[in-house]
T-cell receptor, first 116, second 113 residues
Framework: DAGVIQSPRHEVTEMGQEVTLRCKPISGHDYLFWYRQTMMRGLELLIYFNNNVPIDDSGMPEDRFSAKMPNASFSTLKIQPSEPRDSAVYFC??????????????FGQGTRLTVV | AQSVTQLGSHVSVSEGALVLLRCNYSSSVPPYLFWYVQYPNQGLQLLLKYTTGATLVKGINGFEAEFKKSETSFHLTKPSAHMSDAAEYFCAVSDEDTDKLIFGTGTRLQVFP
């Protein structure tokens, strides 16, 4: 398997524009996580899915952020409208069914978003 | 709810010296604990994990960690640092109730020649 695949790797956009980040998890993994990493706040969990269903979106900072998982092999994180403070590295990670067996998450390479 | 605390946001060692990165956890149940490494401009990569069984866990690149329940600790060590070990290291705990991975704030390791 090629691992978790994120696209694009880098995105530069102007304030107010819509941004869509994409993720393809590892085949067979039931869990998908979206994280945001900044110098100030470190690694924050934004939202996670189990079997394509959003389980916990309490980390999503504002209504400008939304995430979907239409099928087991694809997820998107959308920011509309984008603001400079959204500049960060966004990671997608996937994990096999983990409850009770402590399986780890596998991370993608991340998308570096810059909003100017 | 589970949480982890990493003591020291930056650690500097000389090449060949012992590496010790500290992690303490908070959990009301036996935790699942992880160490991840992040190299510059890369995603996070699993170094090692503790689930059950042997409390001394060996990982990749010569790293190991010991689960100490009495101290609620899971410190990461490597006997001899190499320049290529320079990276950011994250301790994490798995939240058994929600399946979330809860990360610490990270420790940046610098290795000097």
């Amino acid at each position: 398997d090629a691992g978790v695949i994120q696209s694009p790797r880098h995105e530069v956009t102007e304030m107010g524009q819509e941004v869509t980040l994409r993720c393809k998890p590892i085949s067979g993994h039931d869990y998908l996580f979206w994280y945001r990493q900044t110098m100030m706040r470190g690694l924050e969990l934004l939202i996670y899915f189990n079997n394509n269903v959003p389980i916990d979106d309490s980390g999503m900072p504002e209504d400008r952020f939304s995430a979907k998982m239409p099928n087991a092999s694809f997820s998107t994180l959308k920011i509309q409208p984008s603001e400079p403070r959204d500049s960060a590295v966004y990671f997608c990670a996937s994990s096999p069914a983990g409850r009770g067996i402590g399986t780890e998450a596998f991370f993608g390479q991340g998308t570096r978003l810059t909003v100017v | 709810a589970q949480s982890v605390t990493q003591l020291g946001s930056h650690v500097s060692v000389s090449e060949g010296a012992l590496v010790l990165l500290r992690c303490n956890y908070s959990s009301s149940v036996p935790p699942y604990l992880f160490w991840y490494v992040q190299y510059p401009n890369q995603g996070l990569q699993l170094l090692l994990k503790y689930t059950t069984g042997a409390t001394l866990v060996k990982g990749i690149n010569g790293f190991e960690a010991e689960f100490k329940k009495s101290e609620t600790s899971f410190h990461l060590t490597k006997p001899s640092a190499h320049m290529s070990d320079a990276a950011e290291y994250f301790c994490a705990v798995s939240d058994e109730d929600t399946d979330k991975l809860i990360f610490g704030t990270g420790t940046r390791l610098q290795v000097f020649p």
